[in-house]
């Protein structure tokens, strides 16, 4: 508890985001070149649409003990790939109501669109999910590295 | 009344036998309660065939797991299903690996599978089993030490004991009387509703305790009729590595998370993973979890109508809320 508090405010959290080649890259591109404020825990990896993101590198990540998962991509209907994100969101949908079943905050994991000229759009999106994953503290995971045939769990 | 449906079936699979390639259904195993799965392709071996409250197997994966039993030019190939496995077969009729044409479902009403493994525990230190016999919901065991009575619904599969489809959803030929389920649809999800009343940490407990049991023998993968990337599975795959050889709780984890996320929106819950389960882990219980979500969101259950396409393989640009 001691250590969540600890992280609350100054340390910097383990975010991911995983953000669409053709808008919200580009988004996050027009923040910065606009000189937009931004949190700085977010380690930004580009995948060619929200539709190439498999559910399992955000499971990956949050079992790994990431923070928090941020996938980002065009709004519905404007896919540059026509329906990327229109498959995308379902996966997410079912993801976020499933990592709660296994003790994982769904909280830890948010989807959500900006374009490529929303720049303002996407610094209120950073801020607040790193907001919210700043409130939530440390991911507790699971206790990975155990070695499980010498630990005497078995 | 099960010799009565073994002798029903063997007549129907003897009319039935120059029209097909073979047979998939079951026959009995080294005891009574053990029962094997038994491909038959010439006349002889019908007597072989078997229904009885033992026969646990889905048989629907020898359809398009290796070695599978092809089905030749205009010649079909007939399987055995209960109900939960006609699920199975429909679910693969969906995805497009079987033609429905190609096979002739052979359907039985099933009112519940044993697992031996209880049986077993009930018997103790005996385990030479000499005969076996379920009547009036009772199972008769005599044994090296003795006779047991076991009521059947102690004694059977988790599975079987939250049915509700026990009746083939999909067949050419119905053997045996229609069952009522042993629970209502509503209840379908309840296990895993007070199984999320419980707190994240707690939940996180029990599942880093369940599954460091894990020894990875792939065994529920194996099983399952709709894991079908086989050698392409990328839990064994090096490129890409997503899972490590090291035996960590995280590489058991990401392995049940490839394997259930897979099967989000497509899992029947025929049981088979939790059934061969050497380490008696509750592995359906969370492909039970990802079925609830989907229901709730897209109203779709797997394995009913060959016509749909499986929520997660599909999209509404209508949808809004999600």
């Known amino acids: 508890m001691e250590e969540r508090e600890k992280t609350k405010n100054n340390t910097e959290m383990r975010i991911l985001g995983f953000l669409c080649n053709w808008c919200s890259y580009g988004g996050a591109d027009t923040a910065g070149v606009s000189r937009l404020k931004q949190p700085t825990d977010l380690r930004i990896i580009r995948i060619p649409c929200t ?23 065009c709004h519905p209907k404007d896919c540059h790939y026509s329906v990327g994100n229109l498959y995308a969101r379902r996966r997410f949908e079912v993801l976020k109501d499933f990592l709660p079943f296994l003790g994982i905050e769904s909280d830890r994991f948010h989807y959500t669109w900006v374009s490529a000229s929303e720049g303002q759009r996407w610094q209120e999106v950073v801020t607040e999910f790193s907001r919210r994953i700043h409130e939530l503290g440390r991911n507790p995971g699971f206790d990975m590295n155990t070695n499980l045939v010498n630990s005497e769990a078995r | ?175 045996g009387e229609t069952v009522s389920p042993h629970i209502e649809k509503e209840d379908l999800y309840k ?34 009729p709709l894991c079908i990337c086989q050698d392409w599975c990328i839990a064994e795959r090096r490129d890409p590595k997503w899972v490590t050889q090291k035996p960590t709780l995280k590489d058991i984890l990401l392995f049940h998370g490839i394997h259930a996320l897979h099967l989000a929106g497509r899992c029947t819950e025929c049981g088979e993973c939790e059934r061969v389960c050497p380490m008696e882990i509750p592995v359906m219980f969370i492909k039970e979890k990802l079925n609830e979500t989907t229901l709730r969101l897209f109203s779709y259950e797997a394995g009913i109508d060959s016509n749909l396409v499986p929520p997660l393989l599909t999209f509404n640009p209508h949808e809004t809320g999600i």
């Open chain 2, 191 to 224: 296990d895993v509703e007070a199984f999320e009343r419980k707190s994240l940490d707690e939940r996180r407990k029990f599942w880093a305790e369940t599954l460091s049991r894990c020894i990875r023998c792939y065994a529920c993968r194996n099983a399952c």
């Open chain 2, 1 to 175: 009344m099960w010799s009565e449906i073994t002798k029903k079936l063997q007549e129907t699979v003897q009319n039935i036998m120059p029209q097909v390639e073979a047979v998939i259904g079951w026959e009995r195993g080294f005891n009574e309660i053990r029962i094997k799965p038994v491909v038959i392709k010439k006349e002889g071996d019908i007597s072989k065939l078997v229904w009885n409250p033992f026969c646990v197997q889905n048989l629907s994966g020898y359809l398009v797991k290796s070695p599978a039993v092809i089905p030749r030019e205009g010649r079909r190939v007939a399987i055995c299903v209960k109900g939960c496995d006609s699920r199975s077969v429909t679910a693969l009729i969906q995805e497009g690996f079987l033609k429905r044409d190609q096979i002739f479902i052979i359907g039985i009403p099933c009112s519940g599978t044993v697992d031996w493994r209880k049986v077993m525990k009930r018997l103790e230190r005996s385990s030479v089993i000499h005969r076996a016999e379920i009547k009036d919901g009772r199972l008769m065991v005599e044994h090296a030490e003795g006779v047991e009575e076991i009521p059947l619904r102690e004694i059977l599969l988790r599975r079987c004991l939250r049915c509700v489809y026990p009746n083939p959803t999909v067949s050419d030929v119905v053997i």
């Open chain 1, 51 to 73: 539709g190439r993101m498999d559910p399992l590198f955000a499971f990956k990540a949050l079992i790994s003990g990431a923070d928090g998962v941020l996938v980002s991509g």
